[in-house]
């Protein structure tokens, strides 16, 4: 049982917009901000978003994240069948001093 | 760019205490960062372990409190973790990553993750 809740799985077509949720709670999301992470089968995780909209260095535009009350939102414009992958949300839980993920959520483009 | 590398053993057995390596290039743990460990059972999601800055402070999964110590080693650049009493529950990929603690402790750099598998 993740403490952040993730749908396990979203879809969409090509150059569609799609959204995944992240939900927690006060002690996390409500009063941090939340990272994304990109996973394909057989790699580690990439950090794509992080702090209040972030981009690491070579992360695209279509990628953008944001945040209300204690949930976090994932959005990706201009699907691509590359962004085929798993999404994993995280941040810092201030009450247990951790850092905490989500369940994950598998992108399928349709 | 940091690089980090993990290293340990593939295979143990029940009860054993598992002890892995994440060795660190390009940056020096001392100049600043936590350092942690992120373990994904097969097929799984993301279970963080904890995570150790330059003077030893550290953060632990209150979960894995009582089995895991994390320990930094500056002198040769690495960090290193170590998990008592393993059962199969513990078989995993197990990576090791550079936490931002001026942010919200995200993962900016991951080792490429190394398979442990515990079996009798």
């Known amino acids: 049982q993740s403490v952040l809740t993730q749908p396990p799985s979203v879809s969409a077509a090509p150059g569609q917009k799609v959204t995944i949720s992240c939900s927690g709670s006060s002690s996390n999301i409500g009063n941090n901000y939340g990272s994304w992470y990109q996973q394909f089968p057989g790699t580690a995780p990439k950090l794509l978003i992080y702090d209040k909209n972030k981009r690491p260095s070579g992360i695209p535009d279509r990628f953008s994240g944001s945040k209300s009350g204690t949930s976090a939102t994932l959005d990706i414009t201009g699907l691509q069948t590359g962004d085929e992958a798993d999404y994993y949300c995280g941040t810092w839980d201030s009450s247990l001093s951790a850092v905490v993920f989500g369940g994950g959520t598998k992108l399928t483009v349709l | 760019q940091v690089l980090l590398q993990e290293s340990g053993p593939g295979l143990m057995k029940p009860s054993e205490a598992l002890s892995l390596t994440c060795a660190v290039s390009g940056y020096a743990i001392s100049t600043g960062y936590y350092w942690g460990w992120i373990r994904q059972p097969p097929g799984k999601g993301l279970e963080w372990i904890g995570a150790?800055?330059?003077?030893?402070?550290?953060y632990y999964n209150p979960s894995l409190k009582s089995r895991v110590t994390i320990s930094v080693d500056t002198s040769k650049n690495q960090f290193s973790l170590k998990l008592s009493s393993v059962t199969a529950a513990d078989t995993a990929v197990y990576y090791c990553?550079?936490?931002?603690?001026?942010?919200?402790?995200?993962?900016?750099?991951w080792g490429q993750g190394t398979l442990v598998t515990v079996s009798s």
């Open positions: 150790i800055y330059r003077t030893g402070s550290t």
């Open positions: 990553g550079r936490l931002n603690s001026g942010s919200y402790y995200e993962v900016d750099s």
